[in-house]
T-cell receptor, first 113, second 114 residues
Framework: TQLLEQSPQFLSIQEGENLTVYCNSSSVFSSLQWYRQEPGEGPVLLVTVVTGGEVKKLKRLTFQFGDARKDSSLHITAAQPGDTGLYLCAGAMSGGSNYKLTFGKGTLLTVNP | AAGVIQSPRHLIKEKRETATLKCYPIPRHDTVYWYQQGPGQDPQFLISFYEKMQSDKGSIPDRFSAQQFSDYHSELNMSSLELGDSALYFC???WGLGSYNEQFFGPGTRLTVL
């Protein structure tokens, strides 16, 4: 059972379009991190959200943490070919010694010129 | 800015051989995490260390062991390698141990077991 469900799994869009990637769970997370990963490379941290309802913007990327800290979304405005890549959400659980990150399966985004 | 360094970047081994992967965290980071990512899979947590002590353990086989040294670098030792161990192995580091602490990943070591 996947603790973090990411959707869609694959997304192919044209340059200039907008898109939203979702990360959902029935569990509460202390924090949620979004990464972007290129083939054969390590995940690169984009943002960390820790407060329910928090919204963070990074240029054309907008990240939101759900009020109950169980879900998150990534919205990209006017996508560009350089945005192509695998986007991963990863959460750290509340309580105990659960500092490990639990990852979603990822969303493979392709932006066509 | 300095990033997490992993070596080697690529490693080819035969079945039943041993392998040692090294990780050098970002300067002043005291926590190291190891993850395994199979082909087309998301990274799976193996083990973590904080101030040279094991802090958490995930789905790490008994054939694998790891430690963190006084300079905070970490090594993942893998013995009796199996074909299924072929994967990307990532090390991540953070400052402090906590669910709010951001983890920064290295470029990974691609292990191929023949």
């Amino acid at each position: 059972t996947q603790l973090l469900e990411q959707s869609p799994q694959f997304l192919s869009i044209q340059e200039g379009e907008n898109l939203t990637v979702y990360c959902n769970s029935s569990s509460v997370f202390s924090s949620l991190q979004w990464y972007r990963q290129e083939p054969g490379e390590g995940p690169v941290l984009l943002v960390t959200v820790v407060t329910g309802g928090e919204v963070k913007k990074l240029k054309r990327l907008t990240f939101q943490f759900g009020d109950a800290r169980k879900d998150s979304s990534l919205h990209i405005t006017a996508a560009q070919p350089g945005d192509t890549g695998l986007y991963l959400c990863a959460g750290a659980m509340s309580g105990g010694s659960n500092y490990k990150l639990t990852f979603g399966k990822g969303t493979l985004l392709t932006v066509n010129p | 800015a300095a990033g997490v360094i992993q070596s080697p970047r690529h490693l080819i081994k035969e079945k039943r051989e041993t392998a040692t992967l090294k990780c050098y965290p970002i300067p002043r980071h005291d926590t190291v995490y190891w993850y395994q990512q199979g082909p087309g899979q998301d990274p799976q947590f193996l083990i973590s260390f904080y101030e040279k002590m094991q802090s958490d353990k995930g789905s790490i086989p008994d054939r694998f062991s790891a430690q963190q040294f006084s300079d905070y670098h970490s090594e993942l030792n893998m013995s009796s390698l199996e074909l299924g161990d072929s994967a990307l192995y990532f090390c991540a580091s953070s400052w402090g141990l906590g669910s709010y602490n951001e983890q920064f990943f290295g470029p990974g070591t691609r292990l191929t077991v023949l």
